[in-house]
């Protein structure tokens, strides 16, 4: 059977049955389409354990992968493989010998507290034509800095899951298909309530929190890049809108939120993901260190 069509019936599967989300999927298309691209093959057949190693082999050679990228790969060959394995399709999986490189260890990229606080500055007061534009940027950022949010997560935010009276915002289907309800403070509150009062002066209807300024819509994800790109050349700071998930993750555990509260808030379904914030936050650490019982001495 051709790959193409096998392939096909395994995204259906991933979807349908599985209920893996589409960038889960389309990142199995791409890794399944480059393989056999560079490989010349187009029937599951002509799979082996060799022409599966040689992928590797140039990724790491050739296309100087990352060990990321390398295990990204891997993971999603062998998932693709596996099911073939289950539906009958092949008698083993070629990529189970193949071992994957030791991922390295390091502390995620955060902003300190005074780039956060520039940040918020410049964008409430960059020349902008419209007022709009001051109020819901300044809300946008506010939220992701002050609620950590992942830019999906703000993006598909509908106007009903803002419950800033009750200070909660609930985020559908986030990653890994979780809900999750992420509690707001006063200050997030109050500033949402403004870019929402200018929301109103425009009569925006449409369900999404955050919307454009010239359509009844949603705010998309290539204006929230060219907006991000304005900031940083504005701000000379150069950060992501993941580097502003860590930074407030690690403001939260520099104000004393405890590790399991911050899991909950983040989305995290292992806690372990969200200790690596431990050994970001230098302040939090500072203060443990001095609780060692023979400092007094």
């Given at each position: 059977?051709?790959?193409?069509?096998?392939?096909?019936?395994?995204?259906d599967?991933?979807?349908?049955?599985?209920?893996?989300?589409?960038?889960?999927?389309?990142?199995?298309?791409?890794?399944?389409?480059?393989?056999?691209?560079?490989?010349?093959?187009?029937?599951?057949e002509?799979?082996?354990?060799?022409?599966?190693?040689?992928?590797?082999?140039?990724?790491?050679?050739?296309?100087?992968?990352?060990?990321?990228?390398?295990?990204?790969?891997?993971?999603?060959?062998?998932?693709?493989?596996?099911?073939?394995?289950?539906?009958?399709?092949?008698?083993?999986?070629?990529?189970?010998?193949?071992?994957?490189?030791?991922?390295e260890?390091?502390?995620?990229?955060?902003?300190?507290?005074?780039?956060?606080?520039?940040?918020?500055?410049?964008?409430?007061?960059?020349?902008?034509?419209?007022?709009?534009?001051?109020?819901?940027?300044?809300?946008?950022?506010?939220?992701?800095?002050?609620?950590?949010?992942?830019?999906?997560?703000?993006?598909?935010?509908?106007?009903?899951?803002?419950?800033?009276?009750?200070?909660?915002?609930?985020?559908?289907?986030?990653?890994?298909?979780?809900d999750?309800?992420?509690?707001?403070?006063?200050?997030?509150?109050e500033?949402?309530?403004?870019?929402?009062?200018?929301?109103?002066?425009?009569?925006?209807?449409?369900?999404?929190?955050?919307?454009?300024?010239?359509?009844?819509g949603?705010?998309?994800?290539?204006?929230?890049?060219?907006?991000?790109?304005?900031?940083?050349?504005?701000?000379?700071?150069?950060?992501?809108?993941?580097?502003?998930?860590?930074?407030?993750?690690?403001?939260?555990?520099?104000?004393?939120?405890?590790?399991?509260?911050?899991?909950?808030?983040?989305?995290?379904?292992?806690?372990?993901?969200?200790?690596?914030?431990?050994?970001?936050?230098?302040?939090?650490?500072?203060?443990?260190?001095?609780?060692?019982?023979?400092?007094?001495?």
């Amino acid at each position: 059977m051709t790959i193409q069509i096998l392939s096909q019936k395994f995204f259906d599967y991933s979807k349908f049955i599985k209920g893996f989300s589409q960038p889960t999927i389309k990142r199995y298309r791409q890794v399944i389409n480059y393989y056999a691209r560079l490989s010349d093959i187009t029937d599951i057949e002509q799979v082996s354990q060799e022409n599966v190693r040689n992928l590797f082999y140039h990724g790491r050679t050739q296309q100087k992968w990352t060990t990321n990228t390398f295990i990204c790969y891997h993971k999603s060959l062998a998932v693709f493989f596996r099911w073939c394995v289950k539906e009958g399709y092949m008698t083993g999986n070629p990529i189970d010998d193949i071992e994957t490189p030791k991922l390295e260890k390091r502390l995620p990229p955060k902003l300190t507290k005074q780039e956060a606080m520039k940040i918020l500055e410049v964008i409430d007061n960059y020349p902008y034509k419209e007022k709009f534009l001051r109020y819901r940027n300044y809300a946008i950022f506010s939220t992701f800095i002050m609620a950590g949010l992942r830019k999906k997560e703000l993006l598909n935010l509908k106007f009903t899951d803002v419950d800033i009276e009750n200070l909660s915002i609930f985020i559908r289907q986030g990653k890994g298909s979780k809900d999750r309800v992420v509690p707001i403070n006063y200050k997030l509150a109050e500033t949402l309530n403004k870019y929402l009062a200018e929301r109103r002066k425009l009569n925006k209807t449409c369900p999404e929190f955050f919307t454009s300024l010239f359509i009844n819509g949603g705010f998309t994800a290539s204006g929230l890049k060219r907006l991000v790109d304005r900031i940083k050349e504005a701000s000379g700071i150069n950060f992501t809108i993941h580097k502003l998930r860590h930074t407030f993750a690690t403001l939260m555990l520099e104000g004393g939120c405890d590790i399991y509260s911050l899991a909950k808030m983040m989305g995290h379904s292992d806690i372990k993901t969200t200790t690596i914030y431990l050994a970001a936050n230098i302040e939090h650490l500072r203060a443990q260190i001095t609780k060692h019982p023979l400092i007094d001495l």
